[in-house]
């Protein structure tokens, strides 16, 4: 089957400085495409390498695989090893530097999926607003979902759709390559 990534406050976070690239990109004006690619809404394709972040300062020890604020993903060599076995120049990474904890990749994901069955998973809805113009959100609880084996993609990395926010999801066999890693929690879905 698959597995989800458990994104969110309580795992995968890591605080770190950006060093101005935020306040400089809402600036530029090119803030929310950044964030929209970083957090699974597109892909990404109109930011060049300019406008991504390309130094952090975290504050602590770094995983191989971790998230910081704006939803930015940033991978270890040994987590970008691991995704392109599988999704060879799929995915867009850029080279950031991490000051005295050395270096790592930032990574936007651009393979996307509709395989998340509400059918079965454990979901929170609110009913939509009309009056206000806000749409039925359906959302995870606790990252339990279940997946319709025939909308799965050809990808082993990607963004889920399905519901209201994408959630990250990665095949078994790239759960299996990065076992040994350390990074944002697995979770298996049914």
Known sequence: ???????????????????????????????????????????????????????????????????????????????????????????????????????????????FARAIAEDGSRLHVEPPEPLLGLPRHASLIGHAARVDPARLPDAHLWWDQALSKPYLMASDALAARIAPLATIPLRRCR
């Open 1 to 111: 089957m698959t597995h989800i990534f458990r994104i969110g406050w309580e795992a995968g976070l890591i605080p770190a400085s950006d060093h101005g690239w935020a306040r400089r990109a809402l600036a530029a004006g090119h803030a929310a495409a950044a964030v929209r690619a970083f957090m699974g809404y597109d892909d990404g394709s109109g930011l060049g390498d300019a406008l991504l972040p390309d130094t952090l300062e975290p504050r602590g020890p770094v995983p191989d695989f971790w998230w910081m604020r704006a939803g930015l993903l940033v991978a270890s060599d040994a987590m970008l090893a691991a995704i392109e076995a599988l999704d060879p120049g799929r995915h867009r990474f850029w080279p950031i530097d991490l000051g005295t904890q050395g270096r790592a990749h930032g990574l936007i994901v651009r393979a």
